[in-house]
């Protein structure tokens, strides 16, 4: 027969063992490049995260940037189409994830470069294939360029030469 202890010793293991077993955040970016040439780098801090594969974040990837490498771009992506992103779970009414495409000096148009959110926001994004698009930043007051996403673990794919 079980005593109230007991009872309560067992609730209380439940409990902690469905807690751990809770999925924690996690964010996938993936690449699409139909360029033919180039490699898709992602940057985080000065740190390349990916040349093309998926990569996949346990816990929000904050100021990430990606671009095409073509040979011209700096490490920072200095000289080409610039796509920024913070993927992130939001926690209250717009902390959520937040990409945009940046043609701020130094950045420059270099091939035609898009995202879009998947796993939720499905369809929100930007493309970018011109020079002057009207969907990247040119200045650094262009905030309503930022395409923003409230959904938890969202995923992004990123499109070169589409």
Same mark, same amino acid.
């Given at each position: 027969? *079980? @005593?109230?202890?007991?009872?309560?010793?067992? *609730? =209380? =293991?439940? =409990?902690?063992?469905?807690?751990?077993?809770?999925?924690?955040?996690?964010? /996938?970016?993936?690449?699409?490049? %139909?360029?033919?040439?180039? /490699? &898709?780098?992602?940057?985080?801090?000065?740190?390349? !995260?990916?040349?093309? %594969? &998926?990569?996949?974040?346990?816990? $929000?990837?904050?100021?990430?940037?990606?671009?095409?490498? /073509?040979?011209?771009?700096?490490?920072? #992506?200095?000289? +080409?189409? !610039?796509?920024?992103?913070?993927?992130?779970? &939001?926690?209250? $009414?717009?902390? #959520?994830?937040?990409?945009?495409?940046?043609?701020? $000096? &130094?950045?420059? *148009?270099?091939?035609?470069?898009? *995202?879009?959110? @998947?796993?939720?926001?499905? #369809?929100?994004?930007?493309? +970018?294939?011109? $020079?002057?698009?009207?969907?990247?930043?040119?200045?650094?007051?262009?905030?309503? %360029?930022?395409?923003? +996403?409230?959904?938890?673990?969202?995923?992004?794919?990123?499109?070169?030469?589409?």
């Amino acid at each position: 027969m *079980f @005593t109230t202890s007991t009872r309560l010793l067992t *609730f =209380a =293991a439940a =409990a902690l063992a469905a807690l751990s077993t809770v999925n924690a955040e996690s964010h /996938t970016i993936n690449f699409d490049n %139909k360029c033919g040439s180039g /490699t &898709p780098t992602l940057v985080q801090g000065g740190k390349i !995260l990916s040349t093309g %594969k &998926p990569f996949t974040s346990n816990g $929000p990837l904050t100021s990430a940037i990606a671009y095409l490498q /073509t040979g011209s771009c700096g490490l920072n #992506g200095e000289g +080409c189409t !610039l796509i920024e992103t913070t993927l992130v779970n &939001p926690t209250s $009414p717009g902390s #959520g994830s937040s990409s945009d495409i940046s043609l701020i $000096p &130094p950045h420059t *148009f270099s091939v035609t470069s898009g *995202f879009h959110y @998947t796993n939720g926001c499905d #369809g929100a994004g930007a493309d +970018c294939t011109k $020079p002057d698009c009207p969907t990247a930043f040119h200045v650094s007051t262009d905030t309503d %360029k930022q395409v923003a +996403c409230q959904t938890n673990d969202v995923d992004l794919t990123i499109t070169f030469c589409d």
